[in-house]
């Protein structure tokens, strides 16, 4: 008999007889929720910084203004061509290590954790999110959601090869407890919350 | 770490001979636990979602046959290949076939204490691979040839001073230098290079949901999507009891997990992979490895619910005084110790005792499992089992024929006082392990039953003459 075979007939055997019931989510996520304010409160705790910006100009100019014009940077959003490579999404990934900064779009924030879901669609490569020194997202004001609840409302049978919850730099404490951001993906992460 | 185990009363009475670090240790797990009560505190629903999420996992336990059978099909039409897994054994056999099929002899790997429970590493550096792990905590133990002590920190037993130590070692790093920015820099850089040459990286799963296929990862470093993001080959390694059922049962779980775990909202990173990118492999394992003799036992078949956030070792007593390795086992803590004795009765017999079933860590788990009833119930087991010491079921066997005969029962209690009163230093020795860390209590003058014949006379006497 194969593992998966005996594997499966010891689990038949030896689960509660009855198959007990799937709970109500329903109840579940606020009604009422301050989603902006909320958002822009746990992603400051959690690391994060945001900038209000009423159109992709003002992205351009906060970028040209706070990161150093000589580094590289990418992107996947067309209209930010004039800061950042858009021609890079069919290169190896391994070619993306000097990237200093990457900018990409969010499908939408969690205001609860500061969460913003991204799919490989947005991404140009998975890697591209992970590998870059800073990070850079913008999502829209009127995409923010409550909790991870709404979320997956959202998400609903979206199809991906991959997804993530990005919320705030990458971090570590696994050295005395002692809170380290950049651990191995981004040092910092900025929101552009876009109007 | 191999080689004989120590008992954890043993290995407990080391690790609390450095009274400064064992006071360290106790307060920067509670100042965790204290983490996780903040975070859990600004959740007004947090009881609900608790009670939500062992409903999810009772059920998934209650049809996991089926799960299994659906996830498999879905992740097999996303282009993933499935492998089972019967043990420890043949989890490491089929990791190394994919290593050898594809001519690597290096690998990264993220976080996963399967694979710790597995002796993944020790199995694969015998078969003459090159293996990193790529969680901070994690390369810290390893350079140092020790296992992780707590499975959300696995460095939680280490100073700084420790870590710069090793690092310097190791990496490099200045003499002296422990400042944790300057050292977890150095673990970037070196950490780097790796998941930039590496071609096969694996990781561990946190959840896998049997309506996509889907399974989700969550680190804070970054370390798990770097490595399988550069790599040409994804494993990813689960035990059958990490999957869900359906793609919304994770806004539950991970609105709980990080909130246990850390007193965070979430993960840095919540990564859902579904299908391998274009030209690249996604495998993966399936593991038992006693899980489905668990799943038999009643009363410890709720166990399986466990997500591995680690609330019940920082808030628990005995786990913050005596450090993760004293439990000898990948798992530690409480939940530990009721997973092990289902692998190794016999070498987990002491784990179900290093409690002292005060019932904190089932009031934190964000599953609701019963870990402190288990622990009783384990006890029992094993006792009967005759798994115990022989000088503690002599002492029990005593008791008993002491507590039935009322005759001997007065007698010994005489005695005993008469001893405690007269000749103190007769049971205040080191020969009574009660004595250890603990002052024998006073003497009372006379017994119990004594003084109850006493005073029911008295009273009776007393209602007589009214």
Redesign the interface.
């Known amino acids: 008999m194969?593992?998966?075979a005996?594997?499966?007939e010891?689990?038949?055997?030896?689960?509660?007889s009855?198959?007990?019931?799937?709970?109500d989510?329903s109840?579940?996520?606020?009604d009422t929720y301050e989603n902006l304010q909320k958002y822009k409160t746990?992603l400051n705790a959690?690391g994060g910084a945001f900038v209000e910006v009423k159109d992709n100009d003002e992205v351009i100019s906060y970028i040209k203004n706070n990161y150093p014009a000589e580094k590289r940077k990418i992107t996947t959003i067309p209209e930010l061509s004039e800061i950042a490579e858009t021609n890079w999404t069919n290169d190896d990934?391994?070619s993306l290590?000097n990237v200093e900064l990457t900018i990409v779009k969010a499908h939408f924030g969690?205001s609860?954790?500061?969460?913003l879901w991204v799919t490989?669609e947005l991404l140009g490569?998975?890697?591209s999110v992970?590998?870059a020194q800073y990070l850079a997202i913008v999502v829209n004001k009127k995409d923010l959601v409550p909790?991870?609840?709404q979320?997956?409302?959202r998400?609903g049978n979206q199809d991906?090869?991959?997804?993530?919850?990005?919320?705030?730099?990458?971090?570590?404490?696994?050295?005395?407890?002692?809170l380290?951001l950049?651990?191995?993906?981004?040092r910092g992460l900025i929101v552009f919350l876009m109007d | 770490m191999s080689g004989k185990i120590i008992e954890h009363s043993k290995a407990a009475e080391i690790f609390n001979r450095d009274i400064k670090r064992e006071e360290w240790h106790d307060e920067t797990l509670w100042m965790v636990r204290e983490k996780r009560d903040n975070a859990a505190f600004q959740i007004p629903e947090w009881e609900l979602l608790r009670e939500t999420a062992s409903q999810i996992k009772n059920n998934v336990l209650s049809n996991i046959h089926q799960y299994l059978q659906d996830f498999e099909e879905q992740a097999k039409k996303n282009g993933v290949v499935v492998h089972w897994a019967a043990d420890g054994h043949e989890h490491n056999k089929i990791i190394h076939s994919i290593l050898e099929n594809h001519c690597v002899k290096q690998i990264v790997k993220s976080k996963s204490m399967l694979t710790e429970e597995c002796h993944l590493n020790e199995y694969l550096t015998d078969k003459g691979i090159d293996v990193i792990d790529s969680d901070l905590g994690e390369r810290i133990v390893q350079l140092r040839n020790e296992t992780p002590s707590h499975i959300v920190l696995p460095a939680i037993h280490l100073k700084k001073e420790d870590v710069s130590e090793t690092f310097h070692e190791h990496l490099g790093t200045e003499k002296g230098n422990k400042d944790p920015k300057y050292l977890t820099e150095a673990a970037r850089l070196h950490l780097r290079n790796v998941f930039l040459s590496r071609k096969i990286a694996l990781t561990g799963v946190n959840f896998a949901i049997a309506e996509t296929g889907e399974f989700v990862v969550c680190t804070n470093e970054g370390n798990a999507d770097m490595g399988v993001h550069l790599a040409d080959v994804h494993i990813a390694c689960m035990g059958f009891e990490k999957i869900i059922p359906q793609r919304k049962h994770l806004g539950v779980f991970l609105r709980l997990l990080a909130r246990s775990a850390t007193g965070q909202p979430i993960t840095t990173y919540s990564s859902h992979f579904k299908k391998p990118a274009d030209g690249k492999e996604m495998h993966i394992v399936i593991v038992d490895n006693g899980r489905s003799k668990q799943l038999g036992r009643e009363d410890f078949r709720n166990s399986l619910k466990c997500i591995r956030c680690g609330a019940c070792m920082n808030t628990c007593p005995v786990y913050r005084r005596s450090g993760g390795h004293s439990y000898h086992n990948a798992v530690a803590g409480p939940i530990g110790s009721i997973l092990a004795p289902n692998l190794d009765m016999s070498k987990n017999a002491d784990l179900p005792f290093a409690s002292t079933l005060c019932g904190s860590c089932t009031n934190v788990c964000p599953v609701k499992i019963d870990i402190h009833e288990q622990l009783y119930k384990w006890r029992q087991i094993l006792v009967k089992e005759g798994y115990t010491p022989t000088t503690k079921t002599i002492a029990m066997k005593g008791m008993a024929s002491v507590l039935a005969n009322p005759v001997i029962f007065d007698f010994a209690g005489k005695t005993a006082r008469f001893i405690m009163q007269k000749a103190p230093g007769l049971v205040n020795n080191n020969f009574n392990p009660w004595y250890k860390q603990r002052e024998m209590p006073a003497p009372p003058e006379e017994s119990f039953r004594e003084w109850y014949k006493k005073n029911s006379r008295e009273s009776k006497d007393k209602n007589n003459e009214q």
């Open positions: 194969s593992s998966k005996s594997i499966l010891k689990i038949k055997q030896n689960q509660p009855s198959i007990s019931e799937l709970p989510l109840a579940l996520g606020p746990v959690i990934p391994h290590e969690v609860e954790n500061a969460a490989n490569q998975r890697a992970f590998i909790t991870m609840h979320a997956y409302e998400i991906y090869s991959f997804g993530t919850f990005i919320a705030g730099p990458s971090k570590t404490a696994d050295i005395e407890q002692s380290v950049g651990a191995h993906g981004a």
